[in-house]
């Protein structure tokens, strides 16, 4: 009778083990799925504006960001998502991301520039390539020149070429990994009047080094000071001139300023 006894005690401790060892496990599951599902859940969402309609370089190169900034949300985890709706610049649609960017265009409408003026006045972030930063008299739009620093499109040198830039604030966290100088790929460089610099709201973090001057085939920049690389400290916005033809994406420095500037403007670096 007791080693009856004994052998049923047996049975159930070993029971409740099981059960217990069981329900560990299946707490131990649970976390660990609910730690990977908070570890999946992108950190920030960015919305890039392009079009297919303009230049077909400035196409080629919307296409490489594309392709280059994907890369980039997959590893950092991050969302990213494209349109060439730019109807979607407007309030609603804007809310929930963190930083857009403007690829190879720029809005053309009232109704989008005000949606635009709204989303950055209450700190949106904003990384513009190029034609981007395009004005001239015929945009009339003073509230992006003032966002633009003050810096109005004065010409470019053509063909795009390569070009020696010096990083001016390598303490930035923009720059910071950045070497002194580097030789960037070819690109159509453009020349701005008044210079950015002149604002005392811009901080310039790169600038086309003088040793390339005259520069350029058929159209010639012979000097002045030309930044390539800046940021309106009002708001938060990095302005890159970088953006024309089918080598922007080729460099790895390079490469390391784009990363770093989407990264910066949605405050995780």
Same mark, same amino acid.
């Given at each position: 009778?007791?080693?009856?006894?004994?052998?049923?005690?047996?049975?159930?401790?070993?029971?409740?083990?099981?059960?217990?060892?069981?329900?560990?496990?299946?707490?131990?599951?649970?976390?660990?799925?609910?730690?990977a599902a908070v570890a999946q859940k992108p950190v920030f969402k960015v919305l890039a504006f392009?079009?297919? #309609?303009?230049?077909? #370089?400035?196409?080629?190169?919307?296409? #490489?960001?594309?392709?280059?900034?994907?890369?980039?949300?997959?590893?950092?985890n991050f969302a990213f998502e494209a349109t060439t709706d730019w109807t979607k610049l407007n309030e609603n649609d804007l809310k929930p991301y963190r930083v857009i960017l403007w690829l190879n265009n720029f809005p053309q409408t009232p109704e989008q520039r005000a949606a635009f003026e709204e989303y950055m006045e209450h700190s949106g972030g904003w990384l513009g390539?190029?034609?981007?930063?395009?004005?001239?008299?015929t945009t009339k739009w003073a509230w992006f020149v003032d966002f633009m620093g003050g810096a109005v499109f004065y010409t470019n040198n053509w063909p795009p070429l390569p070009a020696k830039l010096t990083v001016d604030d390598r303490t930035h966290p923009?720059?910071?990994?950045?070497?002194?100088?580097?030789?960037?790929?070819?690109?159509?460089?453009?020349?701005?009047?008044?210079?950015?610099?002149?604002?005392?709201?811009?901080?310039?973090?790169?600038?086309?080094?003088?040793?390339?001057?005259?520069?350029?085939?058929?159209?010639?920049?012979?000097?002045? #000071?030309?930044?390539?690389?800046?940021?309106?400290?009002?708001y938060r916005m990095i302005y890159m001139n970088m953006g024309h033809g089918e080598k922007i994406y080729s460099d790895a420095t390079q490469n390391m300023l784009f990363a770093n500037a989407i990264l910066w403007l949605a405050n995780q670096k």
């Open positions: 009778m007791k080693q009856t006894n004994f052998a049923g005690r047996t049975r159930r401790r070993i029971y409740l083990i099981t059960a217990f060892q069981a329900l560990l496990a299946a707490v131990l599951l649970f976390l660990f799925w609910n730690m392009y079009s297919t #309609d303009v230049e077909p #370089d400035h196409v080629h190169t919307a296409n #490489d960001a594309l392709a280059f900034f994907r890369g980039l949300a997959a590893k950092s390539f190029h034609v981007a930063g395009y004005n001239d008299e923009v720059t910071r990994k950045l070497p002194a100088t580097y030789a960037a790929p070819a690109n159509e460089w453009y020349l701005w009047k008044p210079s950015p610099r002149s604002n005392k709201n811009v901080h310039v973090l790169v600038t086309l080094d003088p040793s390339n001057y005259p520069i350029g085939v058929k159209d010639i920049i012979t000097g002045g #000071d030309l930044p390539v690389v800046w940021t309106n400290t009002k």
